[in-house]
């Protein structure tokens, strides 16, 4: 009975994993990031999507944010995805909130809040794979 309660979490984790895509996760945060930042941040994330012009200050050169503080901060960057952190550069929140957005999208099924955090998840590594090397 322990053996079991003790693979429950396990259980849960992979049926997460059946709510995503089957893709690899570089694949799919590719996918992620073409979907959701590259209007603002660009294609190539250096902060000139073709809608950057229209906000009120620039994106983030996404491939640049472990040169500035000597490491990459995947804590910041998923709380900036997902929206428990505020960035002041997004002004009155004109980037959605994609955590929420990513549990919406897979309202109704099973385990869709985990769901929504393996997309933030595997969009926070295509965000680490892009790092300019320092």
């Known amino acids: 009975m322990r053996a079991a309660r003790r693979l429950v979490p396990f259980a849960l984790a992979w049926a997460a994993l059946a709510c995503v895509d089957s ?43 472990a040169a500035k503080t000597g490491k990459y901060d995947e804590g910041a960057v ?3 995805i997902d929206g428990r952190r505020v960035v002041a550069e997004h002004g009155s929140r004109e980037m959605p909130v994609w955590g929420v957005v990513f549990e919406q999208e897979r309202a109704g099924q099973p385990f869709q809040v985990y769901a929504g955090l393996l997309q933030t998840r595997a969009l926070s590594d295509y965000v680490r794979s892009i790092q300019a090397a320092p």
């Not at 570089?26 to 073409?34: K, M, N």
């Not at 994330?45 to 620039?58: M, V, W, Y």
């Open 23 to 65: 893709e690899p996760r570089d694949v799919a945060g590719r996918d992620l990031y073409l979907r959701y930042c590259a209007s603002c941040h660009g294609p190539e994330a250096r902060g000139d999507g073709p809608i950057a012009g229209s906000l009120k200050r620039p994106p983030a050169d996404l491939t640049a944010l």
């Open 78 to 80: 998923m709380a900036a």
